[in-house]
């Protein structure tokens, strides 16, 4: 018997880790990360500084209810609620003016249109981006989950407590 590992042609089994070695890692050229943001469960939403949409991914799709070719080229008032609306323009122009945001780390949570007219809730962030030229924003992109399910559930809770609560002082 011998201490040191056996070779594939003794006999002995390659290591289960010896792929990772043997290929390659996964090569992230720019058509990969781009079927990444086409591909991925969140909504990807891009707008120009005016607040026009210029990319819209398949989940936005699933999510708002609009197909990409529908969508791109249109305000983003498609899915902003009548009622928001002042406030998301007001904040949205002084995000372009300045440059800077508070919801690039933070999440934003609003209640958003679908395009059959029901509100549906979502969270997002915000990444600006620029052309490295200047300091001037070029586009915005949103990476927008949906919140839905999770806002029901929370709702279903509050009112469960709510019943609980009562029964009890009722008991009192
Ligand atoms: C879909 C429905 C949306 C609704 C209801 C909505 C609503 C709002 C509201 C209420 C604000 C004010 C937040 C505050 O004062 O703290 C806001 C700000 C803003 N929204 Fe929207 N928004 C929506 C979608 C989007 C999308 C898709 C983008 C970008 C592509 C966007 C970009 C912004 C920006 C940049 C601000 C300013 C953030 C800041 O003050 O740092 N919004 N929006």
Redesign the pocket.
Known sequence: MTDRPLQPEEGGDPPCWRHLLEEPPVPMTDATLSRLVRELADAV???DPAGTIAFWNTAATRIFGWAEDEAVGQS?DI???ER?RA??WD??R??MATGE???GDHL?E???LHRDGHTIS?A?T?TLLHDGIDSAVRA???I?RDDTERWRQLRELQQTVTELENERTART
């Open positions: 939403v891009v707008c983003l899915i902003v609620p928001l406030r998301h904040g949205y002084r995000v945001t508070k919801y934003l609003v209640p958003a979502i997002f915000v915005i992109a949103a927008i």
